[in-house]
């Protein structure tokens, strides 16, 4: 079989089907919301947490089965139930309308798949075997967890407010990439991860760039 085509998308926005309203469900309208989704979810039943998203108005709740239609101005779908006739009618729909969609374990009936991630604030890293091994991904994605820990999440923001300051120097391309390349070769998450906010300051300092520690 031919390898995916790695993409992030961007859901901000955009209105995005789940159907089904069980614990899988439940994992994946969690992940659109985190990414800033419109999300709908269409299910007779769902979890006690999927109700209160939609009492607190941040989903859009249908009680009711899936019918055809339900995907229309959707982005995208996702198909979290295990009724076989609902899976191939939801592909069916999704095929026709052209849009994205996965249905959950069944990869002959996805036009994406969701990779194992692992999320320290902006980092994502995602992780697939292309269907091969979602066990082996899984694994992977705890070897990557523990080389990168919480402080990357604190390292990538104070990276993003440096980079916007360096950029807005008045500085040649070479001079811009030598302040960066000093940034990433310094062990900064491992001075975060110790608590030696201190040697993070000197650097910043050193570079004329701001740190509040």
């Known amino acids: 079989m031919s390898l995916y085509y790695p993409i992030f998308l961007k859901v901000e926005q955009k209105l995005c089907v789940v159907i089904g309203g069980g614990p899988v469900a439940e994992r994946k309208i969690t992940s659109l919301l985190e990414a800033g989704a419109r999300v709908k979810v269409i299910a007779p039943e769902v979890t006690e947490r999927i109700k209160i998203l939609a009492r607190e108005g941040k989903i859009i709740w249908e009680e009711r089965p899936y019918r055809s239609g339900d995907l229309k101005d959707a982005f995208l779908v996702i198909a979290a139930t295990n009724n076989p006739q609902v899976q191939e009618e939801v592909f069916a729909e999704a095929e026709e ?117």
């Not at 923001?157 to 070479?174: F, G, N, P, Q």
């Open 97 to 213: 309308r052209k849009i994205f969609c996965n249905v959950v374990d069944k990869p002959a009936l996805c036009s994406f798949i969701v990779p194992s991630v692992v999320k320290r604030g902006r980092l994502q890293i995602a992780i697939s075997t292309s269907g091969a091994s979602p066990a082996l991904a899984k694994r992977l994605r705890e070897q990557l967890e523990e080389l990168f820990g919480p402080e990357y999440a604190e390292y990538l923001e104070l990276m993003a407010a440096w980079r916007k300051e360096i950029l807005a120097r008045e500085l040649s391309e070479a001079e811009r990439q030598k302040l960066f390349e000093q940034l990433v070769l310094a062990p900064i998450p491992l001075w975060l991860k110790r608590g030696e906010r201190d040697l993070v300051k000197a650097l910043a300092q050193s570079l004329a760039l701001p740190f509040e520690g």
